[in-house]
């Protein structure tokens, strides 16, 4: 059975800093992606990772503040998260994509629960 649970999210102040893990159980060899979804939006790409790190993809908005990372010995991912924004605020989702490294949510094969982040002024 594929779990994926995300853990980290908390209130922060802007321009503070957050670590977000997700970690999986009863996967190998995926992408490891990572989404979000503020309140009345559509869910949004924010960063993937390939399974041997070489790949890394960024959605503009977080690129030079966000930085994502995994361990495969874990099996887990992580996205480290700076100079927080208020518009980050939202449900931050994991997702694993067994096949492709990409931005298009629809494409991935397991998700997360989530975790809510919210980012103060």
């Known amino acids: 059975q594929v779990q994926l649970v995300e853990s980290g999210g908390e209130l922060v102040q802007a321009g503070g800093s957050l670590r977000l893990s997700c970690a999986a159980s009863?996967?190998?060899?995926?992408?490891m992606g990572w989404f979000r979804q503020a309140p009345g939006k559509e869910r949004e790409f924010v960063a993937v990772?390939?399974?041997?790190?070489?790949?890394?993809l960024y959605a503009d908005s977080v690129k030079g503040r966000f930085t994502i990372s995994r361990d495969n010995a874990k099996n887990t991912g992580y996205l480290q998260m700076n100079s927080l924004k208020v518009e980050d605020t939202a449900v931050y989702y994991c997702?694993?994509?067994?096949?492709?490294?990409?931005?298009?949510?629809?494409?991935?094969?397991?998700w997360g629960q989530g975790t809510q982040v919210t980012v103060s002024s």
């Open positions: 009863g996967l190998t060899r995926y992408a």
């Open positions: 990772i390939g399974w041997s790190s070489l790949v890394i």
């Open positions: 997702a694993a994509s067994k096949l492709l490294i990409q931005r298009n949510g629809a494409g991935y094969d397991y």
